[in-house]
C-alpha cells in the first residue's frame, strides 16, 4: 500500500529514514508541499543544539505560540467575525474561546489568553510577545493547547512537527536535543518525526519513497540549510498569512473588479506520474493562469530547478505561468498587477498571447 503521513504515529518521537532513497530536504518538500490530505497538520522546525532542555522546548514554544497568533482565526470558530483589537473584541474572542473548549479538548483558560492576543496582534507576528499571563501557564499546557490549536487551525485532528536534526551534535546536545523531542512528544500530543542525521535512543522508521518523488528528487542539485526555523504551509484558499507579499497582493486585488475567479494555494491535480499535485500560490482556473510569488529561496539552484520542472508541467497542462519576485511586488504592485490583468483580459477575449 502507499504512504501516507497518516500511518506514522503521533505522541512519539520516531526518525525517519528512506529505504531506497535519502530523506534531505528537497525529499520532505516534495512530500510536505502540498500539504498531504491524509495525517495530521505537519508543519517543521530547523532545530539548533541547546545546551538545557528547557531551552529547546522553550524554543520551540516561542515559535509555536507566533505560528498560533498568525494562524489566528482559522483555529478559533466565528473568529473572523469579530470586529477589532479594542477591549470588546477581546472579550469576545475570549467568549468565543471558551465555548470551543467546552466538551472538546482544548482548556478553555490558555485559549481564552491566547485568543485575546491574537486579536489584540492580528497581523503582528513577532516573536516574544506573548503576554505574561500566557506565559504564566505550565509548559505541559503550553505544549499541548498549542498542538490542538494548529491542527484545529488546519481542520485535522492532530498536528506533527517534522524536525531536522543539528549537524555534528556534541554529546551532550545529543542528549538534550533526544530528550527535549520526547518531552515535547508527550506533553503535546504532537508527532515528532526527526530527519536528517541519526541520533541515539530513537526508533527509526524506514519509509519507502514513492518513485516519482525520488526520481524527482535526484534530479535536484543538493538541498541547502533553510534560514528559517519554522515552516509552516499555507491554509487553502487564503493567502498565507506568514507572507507579506500575497497579503499585499490580495488586498490589492480585492479591489480589481477583473480579479474575480481567483484561487489561493490550491492543490492542481496532476495525470503525470512524476507529480501527485502541485500547490499554486495564485489560480485562475478557468484562465488557465497561474501566479508564482517568488520569495529569496527561489534563487537557490534546488528551487529554481524545482520551479522549472513544475512551471514545466502545468504549461503542458495549457497553464501560463507568470512569476515575479518578492522584490517586484514590493517595489511596483502596480505593474505586476496590470501584467496579470492584461494577460487574464486577453484569455477572456480568446486571445492566444493574452495581451490586449
Not at 486579536?119 to 498549542?146: D, M, N, S, Y
Not at 499554486?280 to 497561474?290: F, G, Q, S, Y
Not at 517595489?331 to 477572456?348: E, H, K, Q, S, T
Amino acid at each position: 500500500m502507499p504512504f501516507t503521513w497518516g500511518d506514522l504515529p503521533v505522541g512519539r518521537v520516531l526518525r525517519i529514514a528512506g529505504v531506497d532513497s535519502s530523506i534531505d530536504a528537497n525529499v520532505m518538500e516534495l512530500l510536505l508541499d502540498p500539504l498531504p490530505e491524509a495525517g495530521p497538520a505537519v508543519i517543521s522546525y530547523a532545530a539548533t543544539e541547546c545546551d538545557s532542555v528547557p531551552e529547546l522546548v522553550g524554543s520551540i514554544l516561542r515559535e509555536l505560540e507566533t505560528l498560533a497568533v498568525g494562524l489566528f482565526p482559522a483555529w478559533l470558530p466565528e473568529g473572523d467575525k469579530l470586529d477589532g483589537p479594542g477591549g470588546g473584541g477581546m472579550a469576545a474572542a475570549r467568549v468565543l474561546a471558551m465555548r470551543m473548549a467546552v466538551g472538546g479538548r482544548h482548556f478553555g483558560p490558555f485559549l481564552a489568553e491566547l485568543a485575546a492576543h491574537a486579536i489584540q496582534h492580528r497581523g503582528e507576528f513577532t516573536p516574544g510577545r506573548l503576554p505574561a499571563r500566557c506565559r504564566a501557564f505550565p509548559a505541559e499546557v503550553r505544549a499541548a493547547g498549542l498542538a490542538r490549536v494548529v491542527a484545529a487551525a488546519f481542520r485535522r485532528d492532530e498536528a506533527a512537527l517534522v524536525v531536522h536534526v543539528p549537524e555534528k551534535l556534541s554529546s551532550h546536545g545529543e542528549t538534550v536535543f533526544v530528550a527535549g523531542c520526547e518531552w515535547l512528544a508527550h506533553q503535546s500530543g504532537m508527532g515528532v518525526w526527526l530527519v536528517g542525521p541519526e541520533v541515539r535512543r530513537v526508533e527509526t522508521v524506514h519509509l519507502k519513497v514513492p518513485e516519482p518523488v525520488a526520481r524527482l528528487a535526484a534530479q535536484l542539485p543538493a538541498p541547502v540549510t533553510r534560514a528559517e526555523v519554522l515552516r509552516v504551509p499555507p491554509l487553502r484558499g487564503e493567502p498565507a498569512r506568514y507572507s507579506e507579499v500575497e497579503q499585499a497582493v490580495e488586498q490589492a486585488l480585492l479591489d480589481c473588479p477583473w480579479a474575480h475567479g481567483r484561487e489561493w494555494n490550491q492543490t492542481y491535480p496532476s495525470n503525470d506520474p512524476l507529480f501527485v499535485s502541485i500547490r499554486t500560490d495564485l489560480m485562475w482556473a478557468h484562465e488557465k493562469c497561474v501566479v508564482e510569488l517568488d520569495g529569496p529561496e527561489h534563487l537557490t539552484a534546488a528551487k529554481a530547478e524545482m520551479d522549472r520542472l513544475r512551471d514545466r508541467h502545468l504549461e503542458r497542462d495549457g497553464f501560463t505561468v507568470l512569476r515575479f519576485t518578492n522584490e517586484q511586488v514590493l517595489d511596483d504592485l502596480p505593474a505586476v498587477l496590470r501584467r496579470i490583468r492584461d494577460f487574464l483580459l486577453g484569455r477572456r477575449l480568446g486571445l492566444s498571447e493574452g495581451a490586449v
